[in-house]
C-alpha cells in the first residue's frame, strides 16, 4: 500500500484575510474612538457666550426677542439670549445703566443724551417707526397746514420726536404751531381715550398706540412720518429705536454683538416672510382681535430698519440737531453698529 506523504494545507490566503479583516476592525475602532473623543470635546467645550437684554415685558421688542429663543436663533449664531422682563422704561434703563444686563431697548435720542453726559453706549438698529399722526376717518386733515387751529394731543411730551418733526416742517410753511394750535401732552391710552371722546382732534403718538386705533376702525393716518422725513430732506428709513450696549462693554464684545444683530437680522427677515410666526407671539401682543393684530403686525414689518449706510449715519445725526442736540457733540459715527455679513 502506497502512503501519500502528509502535506500542510496551504493557509497562507486565509492568513492574510484575516489580517485584512483585522486591519479593517482595529481602524473602525479607531475612528468610532476618535469620534467619541470629538463628541466628549464638544460636550466638555466652553458654555456659549450669554447676552442679557432688559425689555418691557409687552413692548414691541419682546416680539422678536421671543422669536429668536423660539427659533434658538441664539444659539444657531453661538451665543446664549437671556432676557429680563420689566414693567416700564425706567426700569429696563436702570437695568442698562446700573449693569445688571448688558443691553436694552433705547431711542436715539436717549442714547444721544448718555453720550453728552460722557457715557457712550453703541446703538444697534431696532426700528424705524417713528409714530403716527391719527384723527377721525372724517376728519379734514390731511397736511401740517390743516393742523393749525386744532387741538393736537401729543404723546412724550415736548421732546418727542414726532412732534419736533412736525413743527419743523411746519415751521418750513411758516406756520407755529405752539402759538396757532392747541397742544396738550399726555400719556399715549389717555390720549387714545382723548381723541375718541372728541376732546382732542388729532394725536401725535406712538406707533402701535395708532396700529390699535386703526384696527379697532373708524381712524386713519393723517400725515405720514416719513412724509415728515422726506420734506426734511431726510432718508425715510431712519432707525430711531435701537439695542443700546455700554460703548466700552461693546468694544470689549464685538462678536457677541455682531452674532447678536445676524439673528435680529433671521428674526425680521423670519417674521416678515412667514405670517404664522405671528400666531403664536398673539399672547405676547395682547391677544388683540384680528384688526388690531393685523395692523400690529403690519406695523412692526414696516418698522424694520434698512441696513446702515453712511448717508443713513449722518441723517440720524441731522435727525439729533433738529431735536435739539448739540452739534459740536453728536454721537459719532462708529457707535452706530452695522451689521456684520
Not at 402759538?179 to 371722546?197: I, T
Not at 400690529?296 to 430698519?305: D, E, K, N, V
Amino acid at each position: 500500500m502506497n502512503q501519500q506523504p502528509i502535506t500542510k494545507p496551504d493557509i497562507a490566503p486565509f492568513t492574510g484575510r484575516i489580517r485584512l479583516l483585522l486591519q479593517a476592525v482595529f481602524a473602525l475602532l479607531f475612528f468610532c474612538a476618535l469620534a467619541g473623543f470629538a463628541r466628549a470635546g464638544e460636550d466638555d467645550s466652553a458654555p456659549l457666550p450669554v447676552l442679557s437684554i432688559s425689555v418691557l415685558q409687552f413692548g414691541t421688542a419682546h416680539w422678536e426677542l421671543d422669536h429668536i429663543l423660539h427659533r434658538g436663533l441664539d444659539r444657531k449664531n453661538g451665543y446664549r439670549l437671556e432676557l429680563k422682563l420689566v414693567a416700564n422704561l425706567p426700569a429696563s434703563r436702570l437695568a442698562v445703566t446700573g449693569g445688571s444686563v448688558n443691553g436694552a431697548v433705547a431711542d436715539l435720542l436717549w442714547a444721544q443724551s448718555r453720550f453728552q453726559a460722557d457715557k457712550p453706549f453703541l446703538y444697534v438698529p431696532f426700528s424705524s417707526q417713528i409714530g403716527d399722526i391719527v384723527v377721525p376717518e372724517g376728519s379734514d386733515i390731511r397736511s401740517v397746514a390743516d393742523l393749525a387751529g386744532k387741538r393736537i394731543g401729543v404723546a412724550g411730551g415736548p421732546d418727542s420726536k414726532g412732534w419736533i418733526l412736525v413743527q419743523n416742517v411746519a415751521g418750513q410753511q411758516g406756520l407755529d404751531l405752539e402759538e396757532s394750535a392747541d397742544v396738550q401732552f399726555a400719556a399715549p391710552p389717555l390720549l387714545s381715550q382723548a381723541l375718541k371722546r372728541g376732546q382732542v382732534d388729532v394725536i401725535i403718538t406712538y406707533w402701535h398706540f395708532a396700529a390699535r386705533l386703526k384696527g379697532e376702525g373708524g381712524w386713519r393716518s393723517a400725515i405720514g412720518m416719513a412724509d415728515l422725513l422726506t420734506a426734511l430732506d431726510l432718508d425715510r428709513n431712519l432707525p430711531v429705536l435701537g439695542y443700546v450696549f455700554p460703548a466700552e462693554w461693546a468694544r470689549d464684545h464685538g462678536p457677541l454683538i455682531d452674532r447678536f444683530a445676524a439673528s435680529l437680522h433671521q428674526a425680521k427677515t423670519e417674521l416678515a416672510d412667514d405670517q404664522s410666526h405671528w400666531q403664536r407671539l398673539r399672547p405676547l401682543m395682547g391677544d388683540p382681535e384680528d384688526g388690531v393684530f393685523q395692523a400690529l403686525q403690519a406695523g412692526f414689518i414696516a418698522g424694520i430698519p434698512e441696513p446702515q449706510t453712511d448717508q443713513r449715519v449722518a441723517d440720524l445725526q441731522r435727525l439729533l440737531t433738529l431735536t435739539g442736540a448739540d452739534p459740536d457733540t453728536l454721537m459719532p459715527a462708529d457707535l452706530f453698529h452695522r451689521r456684520q455679513p
